[in-house]
Nanobody
Framework: QVQLVESGGGLVQAGGSLRLPCAAS????????MAWFRQAPGKEREFVAA????????DYADSVKGRFTISRDIAKNTAYLQMNSLKPEDTAVYYC???????????????????WGQGTQVTVSS
């Protein structure tokens, strides 16, 4: 049984930082592209960042480029999203997702992800 479990969310002031881990189990972690999406109230779920299964490629939404960093630790079966310089518009539920050996051209396509976590709430106050 595949599980993706996000944690690390919470309330933070604008300009602050948070680090979101996503612990994966039940899959061959090194064979999956890992990504983060987010969904704000009343909005569609949107792409945030992705890292390739081989860890040699990353992609970021323009809105987070230069502020967020995605990484993965194969030994710990965990992906991370380091979020710096947070803004109120970053407030959302953040979801971790996994796609089997997905190529860069497909990172941003939500429906192509095989597994999803339950999400973790991030709230940024102004």
């Amino acid at each position: 049984q595949v599980q993706l479990v996000e944690s690390g969310g919470g309330l933070v002031q604008a300009g602050g930082s948070l680090r979101l881990p996503c612990a994966a189990s039940g899959l061959t972690f090194s064979s999956y592209t890992m990504a983060w999406f987010r969904q704000a109230p009343g909005k569609e779920r949107e792409f945030v960042a992705a890292i390739s299964w081989s860890s040699d490629s990353t992609d970021y939404a323009d809105s987070v480029k230069g502020r967020f960093t995605i990484s993965r630790d194969i030994a710990k079966n965990t992906a991370y999203l380091q979020m710096n310089s947070l803004k109120p518009e970053d407030t959302a539920v953040y979801y971790c997702a996994a796609a089997y050996k997905s190529g860069r051209a497909f990172y941003r396509i939500r429906r192509l992800y095989d597994y999803w976590g339950q999400g973790t709430q991030v709230t940024v106050s102004s």
